[in-house]
């Protein structure tokens, strides 16, 4: 089946330097969607970032990510880390099918802290 | 705008007692549903799907079950807990024929 890997559990970062999440996946469907879900604490995960087209580079709030099907990456990224950006956050894949389950995988989850 | 509501925000319950958590969605019509679980230090899983009112398919098995008894309305319910219910329950909903899914605030649930 699908799955997602995010390496890296927490990542701590001073605020000012650059960003970078990592996810991986495994999936046999070539239409397949990759996410980036951020989660701040009390609020509901709300999408950040979303692409199904190879090697096309997507952006949203500063935050990009390129999905990359030959090594089957969509590592997130940010030139400069906020303190606003500390969150969790999830990367996850769609196996790209209409109609039915839509279905999401989601890796592990990165905690992202940024410290002054 | 669509809003999406859950309830309780959380819950502590006993081993053996029943639960029913609600999820309600506002401002969009015959939406796609969703109730996914992350135990504690675990994966964010689907657990049911609805396309439809009235019909729920099962994704993991959990010894839960799930109803769909209006169009904006998802229940997630279990008439015995098991310790390893506990953890966080995610409701969301989709478009029909749409890849993105928007998620509720969450439930907390402690089964001691």
């Known amino acids: 089946g699908d799955s997602v890997t995010q390496k890296e559990g927490l990542v701590t970062l001073t605020e000012g330097l650059p960003v970078m999440l990592n996810c991986t996946y495994q999936?046999?469907?070539?239409?397949?969607?990759l996410f980036w879900y951020v989660h701040y604490l009390n609020e509901s995960p709300r999408l950040l970032l979303k692409?199904?087209?190879?090697?096309k580079r997507t952006e949203h709030q500063g935050f990009h990510a390129t999905l990359h099907k030959s090594s089957s990456s969509f590592h997130l990224q940010k030139s400069s880390a906020q303190l606003s950006d500390s969150a969790l956050y999830y990367c996850?894949?769609?196996?790209?099918?209409?109609?039915?389950?839509?279905?999401?995988?989601f890796g592990q989850g990165t905690v992202l802290s940024v410290i002054p | 705008a669509q809003t999406i509501h859950q309830w309780p925000v959380a819950e502590i319950k006993a081993v053996g007692s029943p639960l029913s958590l609600g999820c309600t969605i506002k401002?969009?019509?015959?939406?796609?549903l969703y109730w996914y679980w992350q135990a504690t230090g675990g994966t964010l899983q689907q657990l049911f799907y609805?396309?439809?009112?009235?019909?729920v398919e099962s994704v993991v098995q959990l010894n839960l079950s799930a109803s769909r008894p209006k169009d904006d309305q998802f229940i997630l319910s279990t008439e015995k807990l098991l310790l390893s219910h506990s953890g966080f329950y995610l409701c969301?909903?989709?478009?029909?024929?749409?890849?993105?899914?928007?998620f509720g605030p969450g439930t907390r649930l402690l089964v001691l």
């Open positions: 401002g969009k019509s015959s939406p796609n």
């Open positions: 999936t046999i469907y070539s239409n397949a969607f």
């Open positions: 969301a909903w989709s478009g029909v024929n749409q890849d993105t899914q928007y």
């Open positions: 609805s396309i439809t009112v009235g019909q």
């Open positions: 996850a894949l769609s196996d790209g099918a209409t109609g039915g389950n839509n279905k999401l995988t």
């Open positions: 692409s199904s087209t190879d090697n």
